[in-house]
């Protein structure tokens, strides 16, 4: 009988401690959670620690605590200017009110849809009321335009309104707005990357291409001038030089001729015997330079030359 008994408290006694732990459970310093009991909200749990719930009645919803990240899918939007893009955005958002955001969304997946819903269609709409310059610049800084490029395009250079920083605000505010009533604050909002659609991204780039060779044209063209401008400049120096030197020839020349006349003159208006000396000589260089072995020559008798050669023979 007695061990009866022993066996019916130890019995009670473990019945009691696996319900008890059944009941008990941890909270994560990185998490907070509510409580249900037959489905409805009891309790909301922010402490982290041991805490105890009934078992089999009451169920724990854990949630995360911490910042948490928000991608959105890229989408094509049109711009006030009607520009069509690509939009890729960013938010980190945190649950603020556990019991809220249980009753409206029930977990964090039932979340991240309504901020798709809710941060798209905000960037939708805002970007649909400013023109694609202001979502590309962030301030009124003046580009530095590049002097040697010319004809550029300065519609990227007058001011903006509000910028893409301040549109960023814009649509993380009414986001949170909305966001107030499902127990979430939106924390931060990016706009990450800016595209053209592919058909508009084609004919941007042709545009920039033609834009280009038009400009390679032109160098090309004012290279050709410059090179044409410099050939006739060095054809023109060129002869120049040629004209300065044939000159300064014919002046050489012409000295060196009147000095040989003025010494020819000198000699002959030497006396008797060294004219006639330089007779003979001039006369014997002309004779070695017009005779040879193979040569006749007729002479008459009144000739100059022949005047020597008589002498040579009288008979």
Do not use: C
Request: proline share 2%; glycine share 4%; aromatic share 8%.
């Amino acid at each position: 009988m007695k061990n009866k008994k022993i066996l019916i408290v130890a019995f009670i006694a473990l019945l009691i401690l696996i319900v008890g732990s059944l009941g008990l459970f941890i909270i994560d310093e990185t998490e907070q959670a509510i409580i249900t009991r037959f489905g409805k909200p009891v309790r909301t749990i922010i402490d982290p620690g041991l805490h105890f719930k009934v078992p089999f009645l009451e169920i724990v919803h854990a949630f995360d605590k911490r910042f948490l990240e928000w991608r959105g899918d890229s989408n094509q939007v049109t711009t006030k200017d009607k520009r069509f893009i690509w939009v890729d955005t960013y938010a980190r958002w945190h649950i603020t009110d556990p019991l809220l955001f249980y009753k409206r969304l029930r977990d964090e997946r039932g979340a991240m849809s309504r901020l798709d819903d809710i941060i798209d269609g905000e960037t939708r709409t805002s970007i649909a009321k400013h023109d694609l310059i202001e979502l590309v610049r962030t301030t009124n800084r003046k580009p530095q335009k590049d002097q040697s490029i010319p004809d550029q395009n300065t519609e990227s250079l007058r001011d903006i309104i509000y910028g893409r920083e301040k549109i960023a605000s814009e649509i993380q505010d009414a986001s949170s707005t909305r966001m107030e009533d499902l127990g979430i604050e939106i924390l931060d909002f990016k706009i990450k990357r800016l595209n053209y659609v592919k058909e508009v991204q084609s004919t941007v780039f042709e545009r920039m291409i033609t834009e280009r060779k038009r400009i390679a044209d032109k160098y090309r063209s004012e290279g050709q001038g410059e090179a044409s401008r410099i050939s006739g400049e060095k054809e023109r120096e060129l002869k120049r030089i040629q004209s300065e030197a044939k000159r300064t020839a014919q002046e050489i020349m012409g000295k060196a001729d009147a000095e040989a006349a003025a010494i020819y003159n000198n000699a002959y208006n030497q006396s008797v015997a060294s004219r006639d000396f330089y007779a003979f000589m001039k006369t014997m260089k002309t004779y070695q330079q017009i005779l040879d072995t193979e040569t006749s020559v007729i002479l008459s008798t009144d000739s100059y030359l022949y005047r020597y050669l008589k002498s040579a023979n009288p008979e």
